[in-house]
């Protein structure tokens, strides 16, 4: 059962679609304090992920036994960690790095990156104890699968402003012809868009969401956070040519954190048996 929950759970990760309610850089107010336990309330019934980004590709493997989980969290909430500013990740984050998945009691994840003795929770806090890592449970665990870049890996988009090897290169596009995204809005988490099609035929639409941030004229994906919320509300399964609908997507819930830049969207439309996106618009970030 461990074995199928697990898999399952790597399996939403690698087809999550994934932003943030705010580009301002995140405040640690008790810097050099005492921080808390980084494993609270997990399920004892879940199997455990664990994960290493050698600076290329990251690789999952997975812990199904007990007393190893048991033996992680333990020493992990044994440690005597501090509450630390993000900035030091710009100098001190090295790879290999290494991080965790388990569920939680609540049926969310609890996520934890970590290298060089600094962790990384899921909600962005950074804390630096020093003591045990993650590479030895690494090395014990089950084999699983690898992707390229660190796009899974856990907790990445907190580490992106500091290191772009967190990214994924995006894929060369072709969008329909005659198909006309517009935002309107881009501010609060949300982006409203006006979607026209200027086609001879009908357009089906309806369906996803990611978002791909700029860098150095490339464009690359921008990593998910731990909600899955990527549909996009407003209108009906297709346009007749001509016509226009106005949609939503709210990508706060999809993206924990963007920084200042220049990103896309890109539309997608599974429902109707397309995998790939049919348009996308650009927005800037401040």
Known sequence: MKKVVSLLLSLVMLLALVGCSSSSKKVVANLGEPGPEMILGYSEDSAMSIFCFDGETTTCKYIFDDAMIGEIVTKINSLDNVYETPDVLSAEWVEPAYGLTIQSNYGDRINLAYSNGLWITQYGDVYRAEGVGLERFFELAEDGETSEGGRYFPNSIYICEYDAKYYTKSEKFEFVDGVNLKITN??????DMILTNNTDGNLPYGGSFKLQRKIGGDWYYVPESDHLITCIAGGGPSLLPGEAVVLSAQYS?????????KYRVLLYRENHGFDKPFVAAEFKVK
Request: aromatic share 20%; hydrophobic share 25%; no cysteine.
């Open 186 to 191: 881009s501010s609060d988490g949300i982006l």
């Open 253 to 261: 819930y999809n993206y924990n954190y963007l920084i200042s830049g």
